[in-house]
């Protein structure tokens, strides 16, 4: 059982910047893959970005690629999203989660995921 705590959440201005944290409980959070999604309110819960265990790969949804960077501390057991360049339609609840697989674009595959934390944009 891997547990997973998102931080970092608030209230940017547009063009702004915040950074995600999620922080494991397992030890062994290093050999799991992981993936930030989010989902806004009436939306489907979308891929943001990803990384391996390794945090040699890394994969972006098209519309946070050249403005958000995902990377890892294994030994803090934490991944990081840097959120620049915020944008309104950014705005949403994000999520954690892990997988003992690849990193994957779509929800199902993930066995484990945080609470969340919003983000809210606004001028």
């Known amino acids: 059982q891997v547990l997973l705590a998102e931080s970092g959440g608030g209230l940017a201005h547009p063009g702004g910047s915040l950074r995600l944290s999620c922080v494991a409980s397992?030890?062994?959070?290093?050999?799991?893959?992981v993936g930030w999604f989010r989902q806004a309110p009436g939306k489907e819960r979308e891929f943001v970005a990803g990384?391996?265990?390794?945090?040699?790969?890394?994969n972006y949804a098209d519309s946070v690629k050249g403005r958000f960077i995902i990377s890892r501390d294994n030994t803090k057991k934490t991944v990081y999203l840097q959120m620049n360049s915020l944008k309104p339609e950014d705005a949403a609840v994000y999520y954690c989660a892990a997988t003992a697989g690849w990193v994957r674009t779509v929800p199902t595959p993930y066995d484990y995921w945080g609470q969340g934390t919003q983000v809210t944009v606004s001028s």
């Open positions: 990384i391996s265990s390794t945090g040699l790969n890394t």
């Open positions: 397992e030890r062994t959070f290093w050999s799991y893959s």
